[in-house]
């Protein structure tokens, strides 16, 4: 199947070296790398069950491109690269979309954060793509996954499953969803920012682990990587999930949750990187928001791990039994550590 692929954009299965790439849950990464070490490229499969038009994906890359190589030239932008045919992606039956981008020299990912210095570049490069992008026309861009974000639904379909969803896992989990529902104001809160015109529908990205930038040799940010999911959306998806995945020295994945920490110094990096990158563009409120965004995905998270443990896995897969559950207590630790430090945390300003 690789074979078939590289075909198409000209390169030939015996000159690459392949090798699995990256630690995403949703799409499948490979690195390839040229024998002749000429070059370096990153293949990514999508994911159609969760991106149901990939195509949409590289419509907005493509209009995102376009703008910031007009408006923004000296801002450096990862392009995919285009098939013999002329096309962006390949398609290959029963298999699903491919697409090729090059290997930046120089440059290199971080799997876990090292240090505030890391969180605060990171959260400024995440603000600066969407300070570049502040006059670009939102509307134009397509939701590649419709109310990703949208914790109102994600509520919604958190009560679904306990409706429909595995009654043997619903009651042995009646502790946390109970605690869960019982948080029921965040939604609340939510549901008010979206009516608030001082929030405004920005150019957001929406996966914004520290995995998904691209830092230069002396660990300085150079740009945003993995677009899939950038579309309309609130600076609180953006600054939330920075908290969510950098402010605790462990990850969702931890079982030991006596690890599971609000780092103060991490969590202000990611306030004052943002606040930098966005240049002046957040209104009041949105200043006022960072402590929420952070509850907003935190929340969120556990929601749709623990609502996927009472599917039976149908969305994120479990690598061992009661994985999302696991995943979900892990998340609800963060957000009681979180509520926990309110008063200092919302007093961080930017
Ligand atoms: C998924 O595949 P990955 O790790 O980039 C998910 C995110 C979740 C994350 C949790 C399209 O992202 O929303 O926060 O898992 N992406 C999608 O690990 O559902
Ligand atoms: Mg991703």
Redesign the pocket.
Known sequence: MLKEILKEYGLDFNAVGIEPFGS????NTWKINRLDKVQAYILQRINDN?FKSPGDIASNVRLIGDYLAAHHPHYFFVRNLFTAGGDDMVYIKGQGYFRLAPFVPDSHTVDVVQNPGQAFEAAKQFGRFTFLLSDFPVQQLKAT?PDFHNLTLRYRQFLDALQAGNPERISACAGEITWLKDQEYIVQRFDAMKQNPAFRLRVTHH?TKISNVLFDNNDKGLCVIDLD?VMPGYFTSDVG?MMRTCVSPVS?EEKDFSKIMIREDYYKAIVKGYTEGMQGELSEDEQDSFFDAGCYLIYM?ALRFLADHINNDIYYGAKYEGHNYMRACNQIVLLKKMLEKESVLRAVRG
């Open positions: 995403g849950l949703i799409n969760v996954i996966d999911t999930d969702e998270q």
